[in-house]
Each structure stands twice: as structure tokens, then as C-alpha cells.
Nanobody, 123 residues
Framework: QVQLVESGGGLVQPGGSLRLTCAVS????????IGWVRQAPGKEREGISC????????YYTDSVKGRFTISKDSAKNTVSLQMNSLKPEDTAVYYC????????????????WGQGTQVTVSS
């Protein structure tokens, strides 16, 4: 049984940083992709980043490229998203999600989801 649990959300001022962590159980991250998906109020879910299982290739959507960094610690079975230079438009519920393949452009296809963590960027 695959379980994903996010942590690290909160309130931050514009220009600030947050680090989200996804604790993964029930699957080996060397063979499983983990992505981050966000949903802002009134908007559809948006795939923003993913790290592949087999070779660790990383993917980012244009809106976060250069500001967010995804990484994984296979020994701890965690995936982190370092978010820098945060903007008010980054405010959303952030989910980690898993599948055999990265699904940045089609996040609805992820098989497993965490419960989500709120990120609010406001002064």
C-alpha cells in the first residue's frame, strides 16, 4: 500500500522560502516517480515538478523553473520541494503524487496522492 504524507506548508511573505517534504511508504523511490501538484482556489490542479524514479531526471513547469528545486533522499524515502522567491500566485494547496512515470502535464493520471499542505504567500 503506497502512502504519501506532505509536510512543511505555511504562511510566508513574498520573496521568502519554504521547503515541502513528502514522506513515501510502500514503494521504492528508485523505481517510482514522485511529483508535486498544486491547486489554487477556483483553479484546476497544476503539475509543477516531478522527479523520476529510474534516473532522477527532474521536470518543472515554466512558472516555477529557476525558483523551485525538487530532490529525493532514497535512504529516507522522501522527496522535497525547495521553494524560493515565492510569489502571491504560488498560494495553493500542494500535493505530492506518485506513479511509475512523471505526469507534470497530466497530473490527473497520478495513481497515489497525499492529503495536501497549504502554502500561503502574503504580506
Amino acid at each position: 500500500q503506497v502512502q504519501l504524507v506532505e509536510s512543511g506548508g505555511g504562511l510566508v511573505q513574498p520573496g521568502g522560502s519554504l521547503r515541502l517534504t513528502c514522506a513515501v511508504s510502500g514503494v521504492n523511490l528508485n523505481y517510482y516517480a514522485i511529483g508535486w501538484v498544486r491547486q489554487a482556489p477556483g483553479k484546476e490542479r497544476e503539475g509543477i515538478s516531478c522527479i523520476s524514479g529510474f534516473d532522477g531526471t527532474t521536470y518543472y513547469t515554466d512558472s516555477v523553473k529557476g525558483r523551485f528545486t525538487i530532490s529525493k533522499d532514497s535512504a529516507k524515502n522522501t522527496v522535497s520541494l525547495q521553494m524560493n522567491s515565492l510569489k502571491p500566485e504560488d498560494t495553493a494547496v500542494y500535493y505530492c503524487a506518485g506513479d511509475m512515470w512523471c505526469r507534470v502535464s497530466a497530473p490527473e493520471k497520478y495513481d497515489y496522492w497525499g492529503q495536501g499542505t497549504q502554502v500561503t504567500v502574503s504580506s
